[in-house]
């Protein structure tokens, strides 16, 4: 039976034609040893390039050596496949996976990657077409291997969405042509589609304050093609809204607009005001103090002197800088009690690129804690979220566990020294120890392992309910969604489509979309109850020294 998550097993280095075809086979199938290492660690961009690095490996392999090397590329194909698909880019999977399908046609885990990676690129605008080649593929996977599963659910789900599909085509024609020659419209008049009403219910969270707010926003780059319709939703401090829907729906577009990168078409994202409730106006603390000048001027001249224009004239100046002075000082308050921050942490995000490669980590994640902090305050705080988180540095050569987070920061361990999975986790911690106000999480678990995975969720929900931090996390993955919301929003053609608390929407969705979302995930393996493994690592972790230990930034009333 194939697994999706399956290596290829691969064989040793076979021997070659010559020493030249011998060290290009040995080169290359340490590869390919190396790259699932790193896969089986989440580490899916570092393994796709040692794949790579494999075939090239391979080029340099000569006649007497072609059927060994045909063996290996094979292998190395098929891993590489797999790696693209999980790190999401599928047309480099159908790549790798077709490369295989050349060696062996009847490869049953190429057809079924080849498939499984058409079949997503077929949500994409533009690619619809892949859904028939994916539904081949896997109809041939199947005809190979009849008692595969996970290939009969996944033809089963392409072959209902198609169904789906021609049954809306078929409707829309016959809505186009009905009547067409009793006269009084257009032979040819479009139909506008009617989207679902909204199904929006209680969803809680009534004690918590409003901090971050979409109200009708509306967003596209081009006219013709709307991302974002009339959105509204709210985000409360201590509080996880959770949003998923299909690809293209626009949760990304979303996420960039709340925090600022983007702006709305029309519409607004409204900051909600934090800063207390001011006692004293600017111009009632003015007119105080000028009162308090004019009194004072009038007790060193005399009143016979304040008749005299100069002294008016200056007592007027007087009174004016006093308001000047009070309104600056007020508004200083008020930006000091206020200031409102947003992050966006991404799978996809630029920002962790930007991180320079010589920093050592202590500074990637301590220099966003609270400036309050001591230089060995903030040395303790780095170190505790390194041992919530988990993090943990291997021996390339052996695979064993080295040093503890304690010694890495005393040594100096660079940011740059580490692989593509482990530099995620530091992105992560670096935005967590920034504590703001809203934190938008848009597929934060992305090439995390399945160890690290349930505790940056707990650290997660630990900064939503002890620091008050209010948070939209995105996800297409529900197992994620269970794990951490208060509330589930599910997002379809620009709108939130539907929102409500989360065992009313999982159990009884209401809308269309939603509905069909949730019986297509129900039928993937391993997702018929949502929660999954994940849930059973993230019940485990309860009481987890590490992740209760004080490594919290700050806490609601701290300084930032």
């Known amino acids: 039976m194939v697994v999706l998550e399956e290596l290829a097993e691969g064989q040793g280095p076979p021997s070659g034609g010559g020493d030249g075809a011998s060290e290009a086979l040995e080169s290359a199938d340490r590869c390919r040893r190396e790259g699932n290492e790193l896969l089986a660690r989440g580490d899916f961009a570092d393994a796709c390039q040692r794949y790579d690095a494999g075939l090239l490996a391979l080029v340099r392999v000569g006649a007497g050596g072609a059927e060994a090397a045909e063996q290996a590329r094979l292998s190395l194909h098929l891993n590489a496949s797999l790696a693209h698909l999980r790190r999401g880019n ?38 619809e077409g892949e859904a028939v080649q994916a539904r081949r593929d896997l109809e041939r996977a199947l005809e190979l291997e009849p008692g595969n599963a996970e290939v009969r659910s996944q033809l089963k789900q392409l072959r209902s969405t198609a169904r789906a599909e021609q049954k809306e085509l078929d409707k829309s024609q016959r809505d186009t042509f009905r009547n067409i020659f009793s006269g009084g419209k257009a032979i040819y008049e479009e139909r506008p589609k009617v989207e679902p009403p909204p199904v929006l219910r209680s969803v809680g969270g009534e004690g918590h304050e409003v901090v971050l707010s979409a109200e009708q926003v509306e967003f596209y ?17 201590g509080w996880c809204v959770g949003l998923f829907g299909s690809n293209a729906c626009g949760k990304s577009t979303l996420a960039r607009l709340l925090d600022g990168r983007l702006a709305p078409v029309s519409g607004k994202v409204v900051h909600h005001s934090k800063g207390p409730p001011q006692s004293v106006t600017p111009l009632a603390g003015g007119a105080v103090l000028g009162a308090v000048l004019a009194a004072a001027a009038a007790a060193l001249l005399g ?27 007020l508004r200083w308050r008020r930006a000091r009690a206020g200031r409102f921050s947003v992050r966006l942490v991404s799978s996809e995000s630029s920002d962790k690129e930007s991180i320079p490669g010589g920093w050592k980590i202590e500074r990637v994640i301590g220099e966003n804690l609270p400036r309050g902090l001591a230089p060995a305050q903030r040395r303790e705080r780095v170190v505790a979220m390194l041992c919530a988180a988990g993090f943990q540095m ?27 999975g482990q530099k995620h986790l530091m992105y992560i911690l670096r935005n967590f120890a920034a504590c703001p106000d809203v934190l938008i999480c848009d597929e934060l678990l992305g090439g995390l ?25 995105i996800s297409t993955e529900l197992h994620q969604q269970r794990m951490v919301a208060d509330s589930i929003a599910f997002m379809s053609g620009g709108r939130i489509a539907e929102h409500g608390s989360l065992d009313e929407v999982f159990d009884f969705p209401r809308h269309p979309g939603a509905k069909e979302y949730l019986s297509n995930y129900r039928g993937l393996p391993g997702c018929q109850k949502i929660g999954g ?28």
């Open 90 to 127: 599928l047309g480099s999977a159908v790549e790798h996976a077709t490369g295989a399908l050349a060696i062996d046609a009847c490869s049953v885990k190429a057809l079924y990657r080849r498939g499984s990676a058409r079949a997503r690129l077929a949500e994409h605008p533009g690619h």
């Open 449 to 473: 392992d399945a160890f690290r995975q349930p505790r940056v969720l707990h650290m997660l929900k630990r900064l939503q309910r002890e620091a008050g931090v209010a948070v939209l996390y």
């Open 533 to 560: 493994k994940l849930g059973e690592n993230f019940v485990a972790l309860e009481g987890d020294e590490a992740l209760s230990a004080p490594w919290l930034p700050r806490t609601p009333g701290q300084a930032a």
């Open 303 to 329: 009143e016979q002197r304040l008749q005299q224009p100069p002294v008016l004239a200056a007592l007027l100046v007087a009174c004016l800088l006093a308001t000047l002075l009070a309104w600056a000082a």
């Open 394 to 420: 291997y021996n390339q050569d052996t695979g064993e566990a080295v040093g503890t987070p304690a010694e890495y920061i005393r040594d100096g361990l660079a940011y740059g020294s580490l692989s593509g």
């Open 221 to 237: 780059y081009d006219r013709s093609e709307e991302l974002l319709k009339e959105l509204d939703l709210e985000l409360r401090s």
